[in-house]
């Protein structure tokens, strides 16, 4: 498809287990961000990959969390012991040229229920 | 703390009404985007604002950009139900141009 794809679409996951959840950006963009959205709520940003540079990491909620972007493409972000806290909405977005303030492209989200 | 500040988080308004919502920070921003979600879906772009003091129309919504790139607004004229969703506002900044974005405002236009 042409969209950013996010997989899977809804995870439940018992406390303690680690998750990963997946992001296929459009074929091109350099720039991949992963946001958190609780319901209703604005997004909050987790992580920034733009090309070949290190990622911006600063929203990333605890050491519990990390991503990497494999051959700038796909992207995975996984969850580590997880907290009924990290229950969200987890939306991944890419772009071509932020630089030029370009439009981001979201993925539909992978919905995150920890019991 | 909310780098983007926006209000008000919640409006709901007869069908035919004016509204605003405004989006602020103490920081200057490259550019700032304005993007509307509607439940299930991911945003999707209705703008973006580049130039301080600038004015874009689109149909009846109308963004202005500050002029000192710090805050923005979004007027929505004569309000419809299928404007309902979720706004949000979006400021790059920093290297690399990373986007950040405010809490949202949730609009419910009532028919």
């Known amino acids: 498809g042409a969209g950013v794809s996010q997989s899977p679409s809804n995870k439940v996951t018992e406390k303690g287990k680690d998750v990963e959840l997946r992001c296929d950006p459009i074929?091109?963009?350099?720039?991949l961000y992963w946001y958190r959205q609780s319901l209703g709520q604005g997004l909050e940003f987790l992580i920034y990959f733009q090309g070949n540079s290190a990622p911006d990491k600063s929203g990333l909620p605890s050491d519990r969390f990390s991503a990497e972007r494999t051959g700038g493409s796909v992207s995975t972000l996984t969850i580590q012991r997880t907290q009924q806290e990290d229950s969200a909405v987890y939306l991944c977005a890419s772009s071509s040229q932020p630089e030029s303030a370009t439009e981001a492209f979201f993925g539909q989200g992978t919905r995150l229920t920890v019991v | 703390t909310q780098l983007l500040e926006q209000s008000p988080q919640f409006l709901s308004i007869q069908e035919g009404e004016n509204l605003t919502v405004y989006c602020n920070s103490s920081?200057?921003?490259?550019?700032l985007q304005w993007y509307r979600q509607e439940p299930g879906e991911g945003p999707v772009l209705l703008v973006t604002v580049v130039t301080g003091g600038e004015v874009k129309k689109l149909k009846r919504l109308t963004f202005q950009f500050g002029d000192a790139r710090k805050d923005s607004s979004l007027h929505i004229t004569a309000a419809q139900p299928g404007d309902t969703g979720l706004y949000l506002c979006?400021?790059?900044?920093?290297?690399?141009?990373?986007?950040?974005f405010g809490a949202g405002t949730i609009l419910r236009v009532k028919s």
């Open positions: 074929s091109g963009h350099t720039a």
């Open positions: 920081s200057v921003f490259s550019s």
């Open positions: 979006a400021g790059a900044y920093g290297y690399g141009n990373k986007l950040v």
